[in-house]
């Protein structure tokens, strides 16, 4: 990933401007959000959104689209802490730390991420207030609308309360109706979000959706597969318990097909995204 | 509160149009975020932010402002799931009924509370889509990053820290900054939020701001001598661990004097609020 490495330093910079003049009473808290914002991320969501606007901008300037590849970053985060919990997956250990409520307490972990869930809207509406073009803002709101439906009951939170609910009863439908909600919903607010505000048209944003759904489903599936042969999984709901690896690997084999076709469908220069959500769905290789 | 029948009515109906069109499996998060906001809350914050906005405007209409105003009764209200849960307070009872956790599990009372607080984001974000002056979304985009300011870790979340992290060591002075932060927060989000989109200058905010304080703690401390009388308070950080009865009581009545001349030195009819105000912050007598 050394080749995103200036673009991850960018993202990291803009989350740490959030984190200033902080008086004793929140210093605790905000140690417990930055750990896990700083605990081996790979920033997937926000280089996507990135290259995303890169593409369809055309722009090498991506100051604009910052704000909210963040945004999506620090709500992926805050959902990590809270799936981490007891009362969740109760997971002690994630990307090879302890899991922030082992660190600073469930309290403290409940709290992180109700503070990061409402940074992200702290962030985008400090961003767009600075806004004075009426087409600008409307583009940013229509942007931050997309990814608080992304992050809602319907989708993100949707997925989580499946992963909760179904068990015996979960089927491999099912199960890749919560992929697409826990895992691609936050790879398409990203997406989708750096599309609004490169001024992408309806047709193009559907496109930009499917695509990112596919990434989305892929990585998750790919995620399962290197879990499992790292045998660090416990008995989770994934769709390994329905179909073999090969099945899966086949069914990652056309996601990624059908990715690329939506991005070539598009009338822009894709190639740098195309490249990093290739990566993506084929870790393993 | 008969007088606020219209009011809470209007708040109500309007909370319900965001819970429409549920999936097979949202239909327990939703049930569970529904249980908490429809037991017996007061509606105190939104009917603030509506009698703020009439006074200011001048206006009887008040749909304007009642997006805002849900948003923050949105927040207050996954605030007090979060609160209640095991890791925190662990109330088993709310406005004499289970708590939301002792009736939908843990994990659902946490999606629930997080639920909520990014529904606030989307009734916003959505409702300023519709802006087509820039005015009128630069004020709005405004009050929203005051609320979600007031709703973060240096505000809401910041009190509930201190109300974790204190114990023995906690003092009248950190109890008065705690219930600011806890308590006042989001009635100055409300009341405030309110006043910018009625167009108030930063003279009238900053009065709105100390006028929504006194009442936010001078309404803490009145709930803490109800609580003691009713005998239902468990080992909690009170000021009552401080102070006598009779200190307090004369402190509420200071607040009430500092609020009602807040209100006094704005050039508006604030008759209906300065009423509203003086019955929460007396609801003893």
Chains 1, 2 share one sequence.
Do not use: W
């Not at 195309?274 to 084929?282: G, P, R, T």
Request: proline share 1%.
């Amino acid at each position: 990933m050394d080749k995103y490495s200036e673009l991850i330093e960018s993202i990291d910079n803009y989350i740490y401007k959030n984190f200033t003049a902080v008086d004793e009473y929140q210093k605790k808290v905000y140690e417990s959000m930055t750990y896990s914002l700083f605990s081996g991320g790979k920033r997937v969501r926000p280089i996507l959104g990135i290259l995303t606007y890169k593409a369809l901008s055309g722009s090498d300037d991506y100051e604009e689209i910052l704000p909210f590849a963040v945004a999506v970053e620090l709500i992926h985060t805050y959902s990590l802490i809270h799936d981490d919990l007891p009362a969740m997956d109760d997971d002690d250990i994630r990307r090879g730390k302890p899991t922030n409520h082992r660190v600073y307490s469930e309290a403290i972990a409940i709290l992180a991420g109700d503070g990061l869930l409402n940074m992200s809207a702290e962030v985008l509406s400090k961003e767009i207030e600075t806004y004075d073009d009426l087409a600008k803002v409307k583009k940013a709101i229509k942007a931050m609308k997309y990814i608080f439906t992304a992050s809602g009951v319907h989708d993100l939170i949707g997925g989580q309360v499946i992963d909760i609910e179904y068990n015996d009863d979960m089927n491999y439908d099912i199960c890749e109706i919560m992929y697409k909600l826990k895992t691609a919903a936050l790879i398409r607010a990203s997406v989708v979000s750096a599309g609004i505000i490169a001024g992408a048209s309806e047709e193009e944003i559907a496109s930009l959706e499917e695509f990112a759904n596919c990434v989305g489903i892929a990585y998750q599936i790919e995620d399962d597969i290197l879990d499992e042969e790292l045998d660090q999984k416990k008995e989770k709901n994934t769709m390994l318990k329905f179909k073999t690896k090969e099945e899966l690997l086949s069914r990652i084999e056309d996601l990624t097909i059908r990715a690329n076709n939506e991005l070539d469908s598009l009338e822009y220069d894709t190639t740098e995204l195309k490249e990093f959500a290739e990566l993506l769905m084929n870790r393993g290789k």
